[in-house]
């Protein structure tokens, strides 16, 4: 069964940065492309950035030139660089992983882990 742990999450002032972490076990990590989702009070979830096992990235375009997202195999652990950040960003943010890349575009899990919150604010 796979596990997902999220963390990094924090209170910070418009403008500043925050990089979100999350390890995964349970699955052959170096397989599975990865995405962040991100879900705001009274939103839907959302797919903020992805990463393919070979390392191709996409982003959503409300954090394009803000955010990257990277991964390290060895350490199982897929990264959010979030930088430039906004009070829309404010969120529960959540990764997922799935060896097929339309999974992760749609988001379409069953389960999730328990998210990290960032809250953007002065």
């Known amino acids: 069964q796979v596990q997902l742990v999220e963390s990094g999450g924090g209170l910070v002032q418009p403008g500043g940065s925050l990089r979100l972490s999350c390890a995964a076990s349970?699955?052959?990590?170096?397989?599975?492309?990865m995405g962040w989702y991100r879900q705001a009070p009274g939103k839907e979830r959302e797919l903020v950035a992805a990463i393919t096992s070979s390392g191709s990235t996409t982003y959503a375009d409300s954090v394009k030139g803000r955010f990257t997202i990277s991964r390290d195999n060895a350490k199982e652990t897929v990264y959010l660089q979030m930088n430039s950040l906004k009070p829309e960003d404010t969120a529960v943010y959540y990764c997922n992983l799935d060896r097929r890349w339309a999974t992760i575009l749609r988001g379409d899990f069953r389960s999730w882990g328990q998210g990290t919150q960032v809250t953007v604010s002065s």
């Open positions: 349970g699955s052959i990590f170096s397989l599975n492309a």
